[in-house]
Nanobody, 115 residues
Framework: QVQFVESGGGLVQPGGSLRLSCAVS????????KGWYRQAPGKQRELVAV???????TYADSVKGRFTISRDNAKNMVHLQMDSLKPEDTAVYYC?????????WGQGTQVTVSS
């Protein structure tokens, strides 16, 4: 089994910041934390930002320049610094991890951007 500990979601005003963190653990060879997806009500889940063990990153166009993903390989964690938040960033944010064959998902954390 894979365990996720996600933290950092909440309510923030437009223009504000939040930092999401995700710790991944489990007795699976090659398991590593990959990044973040999000799902807004009535919409499909979409990529936000992912990073590999080498530090390469991929961002959705909608968050480039505002969000920064980072990773701690020693702790098998990924972090998502979200700045200049907009109401359209409101969604449940899901951490994911993989072992090269299977993708695993966290339970999600709510991010709400509203005045």
């Amino acid at each position: 089994q894979v365990q996720f500990v996600e933290s950092g979601g909440g309510l923030v005003q437009p223009g504000g910041s939040l930092r999401l963190s995700c710790a991944v653990s489990g007795r699976i060879s090659g398991l590593y934390a990959k990044g973040w997806y999000r799902q807004a009500p009535g919409k499909q889940r979409e990529l936000v930002a992912v990073t590999n063990r080498g530090g390469s990153t991929t961002y959705a166009d909608s968050v480039k320049g505002r969000f920064t993903i980072s990773r701690d390989n020693a702790k098998n964690m990924v972090h998502l610094q979200m700045d200049s938040l907009k109401p359209e960033d409101t969604a449940v944010y899901y951490c994911n991890a993989g072992d090269g064959l299977v993708v695993y998902w966290g339970q999600g954390t709510q991010v709400t951007v509203s005045s």
